[in-house]
């Protein structure tokens, strides 16, 4: 991408941490990309970095197959900060030592700073907590590397070498749990490396309507619409190049929340004029799931179904409008995507012809992947800045085969009501307490298939339990359930089993992730 910033590159031992560490970068407004632990020293040049970041990793430096630093990277001349598995890498291929500890490292853990002159802990307490997650140790350093601080079980846990410019930390200043860990990396991108705190992500709207513009032409792009934040805002930027030479398609599964086809309607297109179609597929959703209990095989179904769908709806827009078919596909792939997908290096807005998700070999798009270089928080201030209705900008990640994956055994239309019904009492009720923009989410599950015993009036009842999943969460990678308030929760209960017939019991999921994960199925 073509920004006038500094750029930090890190390189990646370990996708979950370099992920964290690169946001934590932009949150610093400086511009951050990551490059794969192979990268060649050419390769990390070609972003024109102004420091370089080791990410920790999963590994062990004494693993057989343990990914290896490219020593010509410490050579560049740029600032280089290791952490974790990073900071070991580097001591290793500096000619120092990295022995396998007794004792391993886990959680927080009391570091004593014992060397001040380290200019990356200037203005920090000489005593502080931080992350650790560690078994293996640097034992030994050679010259000009000095040790500055240490553990219980480290007595290396960070380094400072002033005359090539390379630091490092055993620990992970990257995650919340270390309190200085954002204060320790803006000292070395500001302070170390120079960086200037000036990246916004807004600025791609005007760096991708021209490269739209430029690669589109006169042409004409199909959009998927799903309703969520990522695909509306990919959509709405198109839309500021191309204008009407963009259509939505926004197909109506039958599985959605309640007023989510209203809000993509009118509250998305009719109130920012973008041409949509909606292609209604519900019968054809809930015949093809008729009986089907299985997770994978409901996602298999609603997959097939989606693809039946959307190619319908594209040949009928084509139609509408005398063309012969579309030739671009938008989509809102966010960086994470990208970098999961080893396609890191690319930065490109189009990619190659591809073929998306399973769609017939006929038709055939090139994507327009506009939200390529960003995370989901940078998405929602780009959202924010193309003036996007804030109920979208701030919506919860919601799955793609929907209310079908939360309701636990067959989807039928009446259970999909009473789910729908629940899950609008509870949005309602977080967005009312002001908690809704404090959580990633809240899943609310019918376990269907459970009779669970009521006691309404004189009579025994019988009704289906439901799942409320209030989550916090960075990325959804990692999780942790949401301590709501009591006083909440009780309202919340107390109007689903007032108001929704059929469900008597209201349980809380308090599992963080691992070892559940967000969704019950
Ligand atoms: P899990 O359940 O794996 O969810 O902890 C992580 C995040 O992904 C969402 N999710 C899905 N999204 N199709 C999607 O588009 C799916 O099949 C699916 N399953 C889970 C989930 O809501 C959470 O944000």
């Given at each position: 991408m073509e920004i006038n910033?500094?750029?930090?590159v890190?390189?990646?031992?370990?996708?979950?941490?370099a992920?964290?560490?690169?946001r934590?970068i932009r949150?610093a407004?400086?511009?951050?990309?990551i490059v794969?632990?192979?990268a060649t020293?050419?390769e990390i040049?070609?972003?024109?970095?102004?420091?370089l970041?080791?990410s920790?990793?999963?590994?062990?430096?004494?693993?057989?197959?343990?990914?290896?630093?490219n020593?010509?990277i410490?050579k560049l001349?740029i600032?280089v900060?290791g952490i974790c598995y990073?900071?070991q890498a580097?001591?290793?291929?500096?000619?120092?030592?990295?022995?396998?500890?007794?004792m391993?490292?886990?959680?927080?853990?009391?570091?004593?700073?014992?060397?001040?002159?380290?200019p990356l802990?200037s203005?920090q307490?000489g005593?502080?907590e931080v992350?650790?997650s560690?078994r293996?140790?640097?034992?030994s350093l050679?010259?000009?590397?000095?040790?500055?601080a240490?553990?219980?079980a480290?007595?290396?846990?960070a380094?400072?070498?002033e005359s090539d410019?390379i630091?490092?930390?055993?620990?992970?200043p990257?995650?919340?749990?270390?309190p200085?860990?954002q204060?320790?990396?803006?000292?070395?991108l500001?302070?170390i490396a120079g960086c200037?705190?000036?990246?916004?992500?807004?600025?791609i709207?005007?760096i991708?309507v021209e490269?739209?513009r430029?690669?589109?032409?006169?042409?004409?792009?199909?959009c998927?619409l799903s309703?969520g934040?990522?695909?509306?805002?990919a959509?709405?930027?198109?839309?500021?190049?191309?204008g009407d030479?963009l259509?939505?398609v926004?197909?109506?599964n039958?599985l959605?929340?309640?007023?989510?086809r209203s809000?993509?309607v009118?509250?998305?297109?009719?109130?920012?004029?973008i041409?949509?179609?909606?292609?209604d597929?519900e019968?054809?959703f809930?015949g093809?799931?008729?009986?089907v209990?299985?997770p994978?095989t409901?996602?298999?179904?609603?997959?097939?179904a989606?693809?039946?769908?959307?190619?319908?709806?594209?040949?009928?827009?084509?139609a509408?409008?005398?063309?012969s078919g579309?030739?671009?596909l938008?989509?809102g792939?966010l960086?994470?995507d990208?970098?999961?997908?080893g396609?890191?290096a690319?930065t490109?807005?189009?990619k190659?012809?591809?073929n998306?998700?399973?769609l017939?070999d006929?038709m055939e798009?090139?994507?327009?992947?506009p939200?390529?270089?960003l995370?989901?928080?940078?998405?929602?201030?780009?959202?924010?800045?193309?003036g996007?209705?804030?109920?979208i900008?701030?919506?919860?990640?919601f799955?793609g085969?929907?209310l079908?994956v939360r309701?636990i055994?067959e989807?039928?239309k009446e259970?999909?009501?009473?789910?729908?019904e629940?899950?609008?009492?509870?949005?309602?009720e977080?967005?009312?307490?002001g908690?809704?923009?404090?959580?990633w989410?809240?899943?609310?599950i019918l376990?269907?298939d459970?009779?669970?015993v009521g006691v309404?009036?004189?009579a025994?009842?019988y009704g289906?339990?439901a799942?409320?999943?209030?989550?916090?969460?960075q990325?959804?990678m990692?999780a942790?359930?949401?301590?709501?308030?009591?006083?909440?929760l009780?309202?919340?209960?107390?109007?689903i089993?007032?108001?929704?017939e059929h469900?008597?019991?209201?349980?809380?999921?308090?599992?963080?992730k691992?070892p559940?994960?967000?969704e019950?199925?």
């Amino acid at each position: 991408m073509e920004i006038n910033h500094d750029t930090v590159v890190v390189v990646n031992f370990g996708a979950q941490y370099a992920q964290l560490i690169a946001r934590r970068i932009r949150e610093a407004r400086v511009f951050s990309v990551i490059v794969p632990y192979f990268a060649t020293a050419e390769e990390i040049l070609s972003h024109n970095p102004s420091a370089l970041i080791l990410s920790g990793g999963p590994a062990s430096v004494f693993e057989k197959n343990a990914p290896q630093l490219n020593p010509d990277i410490l050579k560049l001349g740029i600032p280089v900060f290791g952490i974790c598995y990073g900071f070991q890498a580097i001591a290793q291929s500096v000619g120092g030592s990295v022995k396998q500890n007794e004792m391993a490292e886990y959680g927080r853990t009391a570091v004593a700073i014992t060397d001040t002159a380290d200019p990356l802990f200037s203005d920090q307490p000489g005593h502080q907590e931080v992350w650790m997650s560690h078994r293996d140790a640097v034992a030994s350093l050679p010259a000009p590397f000095l040790p500055s601080a240490k553990s219980p079980a480290a007595a290396i846990a960070a380094f400072y070498n002033e005359s090539d410019r390379i630091y490092g930390v055993q620990w992970h200043p990257e995650v919340v749990h270390t309190p200085y860990g954002q204060q320790t990396l803006k000292t070395f991108l500001y302070d170390i490396a120079g960086c200037a705190p000036t990246w916004m992500p807004d600025e791609i709207i005007d760096i991708q309507v021209e490269r739209i513009r430029n690669t589109v032409k006169d042409r004409h792009v199909l959009c998927a619409l799903s309703g969520g934040v990522d695909s509306s805002v990919a959509a709405a930027l198109v839309h500021r190049a191309i204008g009407d030479q963009l259509t939505c398609v926004f197909v109506d599964n039958g599985l959605l929340r309640k007023g989510e086809r209203s809000q993509v309607v009118s509250d998305f297109a009719a109130t920012n004029n973008i041409r949509l179609h909606v292609e209604d597929a519900e019968a054809e959703f809930l015949g093809d799931l008729a009986g089907v209990t299985e997770p994978e095989t409901k996602r298999k179904i609603i997959g097939n179904a989606f693809i039946r769908a959307f190619e319908r709806a594209s040949r009928k827009v084509a139609a509408e409008q005398g063309l012969s078919g579309f030739e671009y596909l938008v989509q809102g792939t966010l960086y994470p995507d990208v970098v999961e997908s080893g396609n890191a290096a690319g930065t490109s807005v189009i990619k190659s012809h591809h073929n998306v998700g399973g769609l017939p070999d006929d038709m055939e798009f090139e994507l327009i992947e506009p939200l390529r270089d960003l995370f989901k928080d940078e998405v929602r201030e780009v959202g924010a800045a193309l003036g996007l209705d804030k109920k979208i900008v701030w919506r919860h990640p919601f799955p793609g085969p929907g209310l079908a994956v939360r309701i636990i055994g067959e989807v039928t239309k009446e259970r999909l009501e009473i789910l729908a019904e629940t899950d609008k009492i509870v949005t309602e009720e977080l967005e009312k307490a002001g908690a809704a923009a404090s959580l990633w989410q809240c899943p609310v599950i019918l376990l269907a298939d459970v009779r669970s015993v009521g006691v309404q009036g004189d009579a025994r009842t019988y009704g289906m339990p439901a799942v409320i999943r209030p989550v916090i969460s960075q990325d959804a990678m990692t999780a942790d359930w949401a301590r709501l308030d009591y006083d909440l929760l009780a309202k919340i209960s107390s109007r689903i089993t007032n108001e929704v017939e059929h469900i008597t019991r209201v349980a809380l999921d308090i599992t963080s992730k691992p070892p559940a994960s967000i969704e019950w199925e």
